[in-house]
């Protein structure tokens, strides 16, 4: 009964959405207060709900329970039990599920930390975001269920994806859902505001560090993701610009862009109705996505095999969410204020030509993975769109964008002197400019991309170091611990971020200017050097794992002059439980600081020679390190305690009265 009672949970966890759904958004329109605050309640108690069914369909993949289709589908009795539980969201109805409990746990998430909002923004913001669980419990229920029987139970399950059964399948999908999902915060907060009347610095002060959380999350689901292509796919590369990929880069980039203008709106008062804007692309470019992966419409490695009625669906909620939040903005933009002034040479302008590169990258971005859709469904015949027209179109747009991230810090709000900052800035260019030319010939040879790429990283690290210098000349009397601690957590957190970003260009910069490949035939005894390295082929054995056997080959590595440098295995796995066994990659990587030696097994030639592809990639690790170093940034950022003190403070004096909109006085200084 634990499959009906997954299904019990999850029609109870519709019921209790549409309650916070609807109640509380008539309560907060006709001021009935016992409707607004069903919300809460009604949120916790969806979670739980989902949380069940989730522990419901979690134990019927331990158990192996071959009598539910989806676990027939992506299990096996011979599956380690690490991946019989991670097979819970390997496929299409767990995925949404998944989805569906982070979805729940951000609501529940906000209904806990909601307390200094007034009763009439929580009930709308809950209620946003209850429409929202309305329409995946839906999907669930309708298209995609779960626990559907199947009978007769099947003797054993057809085994899980060979690729799923990875570590990586434990780690990305759950960060990159915990980042699409995230963005639905953003979005309820804007929906809420347009509601009220009014965007407002509370407004953003309140919903900003949840972009923050969302945007580290999506940050790291991305770069794990990226980390798990590129051992498990055995072609070496980070980033093919697949259609799936680019679902998750545009979220990303569009939440950049609200991360900064979310800034600009606290502490200016301005960008109001272009950050509510920024809110409903993100988020609906996270429906897009979602889209994209499940529709069908897609050839992916990442994408699921789906019938078109979950697309169809998908398509119809994706234009009711959009269609009806674009009315709304365009209905409630006439009404709000432009907001502060600001000069052509100031901080907010930097910021808003920032924003608008990073809009227009990501258009091009979706123009390039729509347009060959479109061609095909109107029968123009097939258009493959790959990385040529990403690396002629994208990077145009996304070096300016690079650039202005060294100045943008330095100038000032309101109003700066261009004499002035570039007086300011002439050091950090100078310093940039002299390494660009001479790193890369200290790398091997001058190449202009990589002289160009190494320029905006170095740029942004100068310039990063400047702007610290500047805040602590500021108190030249203090001590250096004394200056050091008198910036605010939230400061560290943006300069740890652009410092990452500064790390990730040295990483593309370089791998792409000066990695190597080489393929080649080897048997027992014989040598390939690559980049000054020497792989000895010492044979190949055969392994056998709980659900698969292999070929597992051993490469001795030395330096040129005989040092020894390490022992590769590269294996070629068949799983042998699946429907139709075929043969996997896995590879074989030696990381360092600067490079990593990467070793695939390719096909049998004969009873001795097999094919070999041997790569030298030269700081790759630091393309995700900068990732890393980004998501660690905006956790800093979000864990500045200026304004947890600042809601204890409010919250002991008493509350003036205020009419009903966005928040009251304490609730403009709160955050998660």
Avoid at 1 to 17: H, K
Wanted: glycine share 8%.
């Amino acid at each position: 009964m634990i499959a009906e009672l997954g299904q019990l949970a999850l029609v109870l966890a519709l019921l209790l959405a549409a309650v916070q759904a609807l109640l509380p958004l008539w309560g907060a329109a006709r001021g009935h207060a016992a409707w607004m605050a069903l919300a809460g309640p009604a949120a916790r108690a969806q979670f739980l709900f989902v949380a069940i069914a989730f522990g419901c369909l979690t134990r019927l993949f331990v158990a192996n329970d071959f009598s539910v289709e989806y676990v027939a589908e992506h299990s096996n009795s011979a599956l380690p039990l690490v991946y019989r539980v991670c097979a819970v969201w390997g496929g299409h109805e767990g995925s949404v599920l998944l989805w569906l409990l982070i979805l729940a746990g951000w609501t529940a998430a906000v209904s806990l930390r909601s307390r200094h909002l007034d009763a009439r923004t929580t009930a709308r913001i809950l209620g946003v975001m209850g429409l929202v669980s309305v329409g995946f419990a839906l999907f669930i229920l309708l298209t995609s269920n779960p626990f559907a029987r199947l009978l007769p139970a099947a003797p054993n399950g057809a085994d899980l994806n060979p690729q799923l059964q990875d570590p990586g399948l434990i780690m990305h999908p759950p960060l990159l859902y915990m980042g699409y999902v995230g963005t639905t915060v953003a979005f309820a907060f804007a929906i809420a505001a347009l509601l009220a009347g009014r965007l407002d610095a509370a407004w953003a002060r309140w919903s900003r560090p949840w972009a923050t959380v969302s945007w580290c999350f999506l940050t790291l689901g991305i770069a794990i993701g990226s980390v798990w292509a590129y051992y498990e796919l055995g072609w070496g590369g980070w980033w093919f610009w697949d259609p799936v990929e680019n679902a998750s880069l545009m979220p990303w980039l569009v939440s950049t862009a609200l991360l900064h203008s979310l800034a600009v709106t606290e502490k200016r008062d301005t960008f109001k109705m272009w950050t509510a804007l920024l809110a409903i692309i993100a988020f609906s470019l996270s429906l897009l996505g979602t889209f994209l992966v499940r529709s069908g419409v897609l050839t992916s490695v990442h994408a699921f095999a789906t019938d078109p009625a979950r697309g169809i669906y998908i398509l119809v909620f994706f234009t009711l969410v959009v269609g009806g939040s674009l009315a709304l903005f365009a209905w409630r933009a006439p009404s709000v204020g432009i907001g502060g002034r600001f000069a052509l040479v100031s901080r907010e302008s930097m910021l808003l030509v920032n924003n608008v590169l990073l809009l227009v990258a990501c258009a091009a971005v979706l123009l390039g993975t729509l347009y060959p859709l479109a061609i095909d469904a109107l029968g123009l015949g097939k258009l493959s769109v790959g990385p040529p027209y990403f690396d002629t179109v994208f990077v145009p747009l996304i070096a300016p964008a690079l650039f202005l991230v060294g100045v943008g810090p330095l100038a000032r709000w309101r109003e700066d002197n261009a004499l002035d900052l570039a007086r300011r800035l002439r050091w950090a260019l100078a310093v940039s400019l002299a390494a660009a030319l001479v790193a890369p010939w200290l790398l091997g040879s001058w190449k202009p991309m990589v002289g160009f790429g190494l320029f905006l990283a170095l740029w942004i690290a100068a310039t990063s170091v400047l702007n610290v210098v500047e805040k602590l000349r500021r108190h030249p009397r203090a001590q250096w611990r004394q200056r050091l601690a008198a910036q605010p957590p939230s400061y560290w957190g943006m300069q740890l971020a652009h410092l990452g970003v500064a790390v990730f260009i040295v990483g593309v910069t370089v791998v792409n200017g000066y990695e190597l490949e080489k393929d080649v035939t080897m048997e027992p005894g014989e040598t390939a050097t690559l980049a000054g390295y020497r792989f000895e082929f010492q044979g190949v054995d055969r392994q056998r794992g709980p659900n698969y056997s292999a070929d597992r080959a051993r490469l001795a590595v030395t330096t040129e002059s005989g040092r020894a440098v390490t022992t590769l295995w590269p294996e070629r796995r068949v799983y042998t439980e699946g429907r139709n066994p075929a043969p996997m990659t896995e590879a074989a990587i030696h990381t360092g600081l600067t490079r990593d030696l990467y070793a695939a097994l390719g096909d049998r030639l004969s009873e001795q020679r097999w094919i070999v592809r041997l790569y030298y990639k030269p700081f790759v690790d630091w393309i995700w390190g900068g990732c890393f170093l980004m998501a660690l940034g905006g956790l800093i950022a979000v864990l500045d305690r200026r304004y947890r003190l600042r809601v204890r403070a409010a919250a002991t004096r008493p509350a003036p009265a205020t009419p009903p909109g966005l928040a009251t006085a304490t609730a403009r200084t709160a955050t998660p």
